[in-house]
């Protein structure tokens, strides 16, 4: 009973032992040993229920006793009650206040004054709903191209850009791979491919990276790829020879289009060891300062073949023809036409031949035209069908013809013949060509009538 109604804990600490001794006693007499150990246990045994005692005793004052003022609290009512998930201490000490002051642990409401900002929602978390969060925004990630591949990804890009010449297209086919930092390297295979291919490809090209400066490429990425260009010249030219002049003409078109910057030139001076890159700066110096008035240097790889004009067109062959006449050349005469590149228009080279044997009045031009349409037509420089329409022009202005060439019937069958016996024309071609009808007048006394 005293231990119950005492809150002094060394009031009952004492009657925790003298309870214990009593027990002792009663058991009988114990050694020293036995005794010592005996008392140690019963310590031991006191703290532990004086611990007990002093926790349930804070409990029952701070449900029972109410504060100076206040009313007394209903012991029945929720707020007597003592809740398991209490945050208060319950080991008696501090001032029975939130751990953390409210702030620890999870699910709480956080310390007094905490300011909380807007938390992105988690995509692990298990209560994430995607379709909570508004609008979804699927993007396409394009991988970036490596070395070996960006090569394969661009070439068929230019080769069929020299078909159709489309710099919008190569533009929007740029534009969806990724690049990445090797964007340069685009020019530079263009600068090579254009190199081994013809002068229209040339002026495609330059036209192609002119278009993409501010689009896609900088000029500090055409830089890049005209000085690593400037460093293959050693490889380039045993493909193609005049690939340092090329090379040249390709950076003052630059320059001149503000694809280059225009120092470039200058930041090479006495600093280039290699001969072939020193020809090439030097050349696109010179034409710099021929046309350094101009603007562009858009006729420095000539004018394209489907781009000329007709007359120019067939002022080149009548020269190609005469230059044939006197050198008697078939090679130098089959590679004047194809740079001309204007397959389309050979018609006009058959046309202009045979018009020169009429006009020429000479067995030797049409033994030779002869031989220079059989040599086009073998090595298939000149089809069927522009064989075909050549001859067939002739027969429709031979009446005009004949009146500045008076024989021009009669060498024509005879050209016609040669080149049937040459297999250059088919029996169908030769037998269209027209023939003069023999006409003679009788005398007077016959009335004047003719007979054929």
């Known amino acids: 009973r005293i231990f119950e109604t005492t809150k002094d804990p060394n009031t009952k600490m004492h009657l925790i032992l003298k309870k214990g001794e009593l027990g002792a006693e009663a058991n009988g007499n114990w050694t020293p040993q036995e005794k010592a150990l005996h008392e140690a246990r019963l310590k031991a045994k006191a703290k532990r229920r004086l611990r007990k005692s002093s926790s349930r005793d804070s409990t029952r004052d701070s449900l029972s006793e109410p504060l100076s003022g206040e009313p007394g609290t209903d012991p029945h009512s929720p707020k007597g009650k003592t809740h398991s998930n209490d945050r208060k201490s319950r080991t008696g000490k501090g001032r029975g206040l939130p751990k953390k002051g409210g702030a620890g642990g999870k699910g709480v409401w956080g310390a007094a004054g905490m300011v909380y900002e807007m938390e992105e929602p988690d995509s692990k978390d298990p209560n994430y709903d995607e379709s909570a969060q508004g609008d979804t925004i699927y993007a396409t990630v394009v991988p970036e191209l490596e070395e070996g591949e960006l090569e394969k990804a661009v070439n068929p890009i230019v080769q069929e850009y020299f078909e159709h010449g489309d710099t919008r297209e190569v533009e929007m086919l740029l534009k969806e791979l990724n690049l990445g930092p090797r964007k340069y390297e685009f020019s530079s295979l263009a600068l ?21 400066i501010g689009k896609v490429l900088t000029e500090s990425d055409m830089a890049r790829a005209f000085h690593k260009t400037l460093q293959e010249l050693p490889d380039l030219i045993l493909d193609t020879p005049e690939a340092p002049q090329m090379l040249g003409q390709f950076i003052a078109r630059a320059i001149a289009d503000h694809a280059l910057p225009m120092n470039f030139l200058n930041r090479y001076k006495g600093k280039v060891d290699c001969d072939h890159a020193r020809a090439a700066l030097d050349r696109a110096s010179v034409l710099l300062s021929m046309k350094r008035e101009m603007v562009r240097l858009d006729n420095v790889w000539g004018v394209g073949g489907g781009q000329r004009p007709v007359k120019h067109l067939i002022k080149e062959m009548n020269l ?3 230059e044939y006449l006197v050198s008697g050349e078939l090679s130098e005469a089959e590679h004047c036409l194809r740079d001309l590149e204007v397959p389309h228009f050979h018609h006009e080279l058959v046309y ?3 018009v020169m044997v009429l006009e020429s009045n000479g067995e030797t031009a049409i033994q030779m035209m002869v031989k220079l349409l059989q040599a086009f037509w073998k090595s298939g420089l000149i089809t069927l069908d522009q064989m075909n329409r050549g001859f067939q022009r002739v027969y429709d202005e031979l009446p005009e013809i004949c009146l500045d060439v008076p024989l021009a019937h009669s060498i024509m069958e005879a050209f016609v013949d040669v080149c049937y016996q040459e297999a ?7 037998d269209a060509c027209p023939s003069r009808g023999r006409k003679r007048f009788v005398s007077e006394g016959d009335g004047g009538i003719v007979k054929n």
């Open 424 to 430: 250059v024309i088919t029996a169908q071609l030769r």
């Open 320 to 322: 190609l023809l005469k």
């Open 352 to 354: 202009e031949a045979i």
């Open 192 to 212: 090579s491919l254009s190199l081994e291919g013809k002068a229209s490809h040339r002026e495609l090209t330059s036209r192609l990276l002119s278009d993409l």
